[in-house]
């Protein structure tokens, strides 16, 4: 079945500097992922996603990127600011309605 | 617009009790998604229920099953719970693209 993997567990960074969280996946058949941010007491919020059509894409400060072939994608976080602190979750999934896998997870602390 | 609402928000039990929590999706979003969430295990799919069907399933035993009423809101049932049952319970409301999470049920097995 389908790993999803992530790294760092862990990143701290300066308000203002950028965040970089990778992950790589196992099945080439994955075709669609999600990240979520989750901050304490709260449910996952979705944040932004890509498809395997996409390689790049940019909403405001985060964007997503896409290696189809390496099978690893990305999530960037520019102008860091102290609420972007939370746990980030990456994720795929093969088809529409199928399960998410997720990665285990990077605590992001953004420090002012 | 309500978000996704989870009860009880947390909850004691002990070994070999059975628990049932509850989650009420968005108004109009008919598919719901069960998670558990554990330090140790992480995110994991439960399973999905979309009008009153469940359309997918990950892996767990059968001791955890879900239904879905008419009207869109879904109960999770554990029987027979064991410690390692002991986790945050997620409760997913709208297709895949768009699922809005629940705060969660917090579940501690004693």
């Known amino acids: 079945g389908e790993n999803v993997e992530q790294h760092p567990s862990t990143l701290s960074v300066q308000e203002g500097d950028s965040a970089v969280i990778k992950c790589t996946y196992s099945d080439s058949a994955s075709n669609y992922f999600p990240w979520y941010k989750q901050e304490l007491g709260k449910g996952p919020q979705l944040i932004i996603d890509?498809?395997?059509?996409?390689g790049e894409k940019k909403d405001q400060r985060i964007a997503v990127t896409l290696n189809k072939t390496a099978k690893h994608f990305s999530l960037h976080i520019t102008e860091t600011q102290p609420e972007d602190s939370a746990v980030y979750f990456c994720a795929a999934s093969k088809d529409y309605g199928q399960n998410f896998v997720f990665g285990p997870g990077t605590r992001l602390s953004v420090l002012p | 617009k309500a978000g996704v609402t989870q009860t009880p928000r947390y909850l004691i039990k002990t070994r070999g009790q059975q628990v049932t929590l509850s989650c009420s999706p968005i108004s109009g979003h008919r598919s719901v998604s069960w998670y558990q969430q554990t330090p140790g295990q992480g995110l994991q799919f439960l399973f999905e229920?979309?009008?009153?069907?469940?359309?997918n399933k990950g892996n767990f035993p059968g001791r955890f099953s879900g239904r879905q009423f008419s009207n869109s809101r879904s109960e999770m049932n554990v029987s027979t719970l064991e410690l390692g049952d002991s986790a945050l319970y997620l409760c997913?409301?709208?297709?895949?693209?768009?699922?809005?999470f629940g705060p969660g049920t917090r579940l501690l097995v004693l």
């Open positions: 229920y979309f009008s009153e069907t469940q359309r």
């Open positions: 997913a409301s709208g297709p895949q693209e768009t699922q809005y």
């Open positions: 890509s498809r395997s059509n996409v």
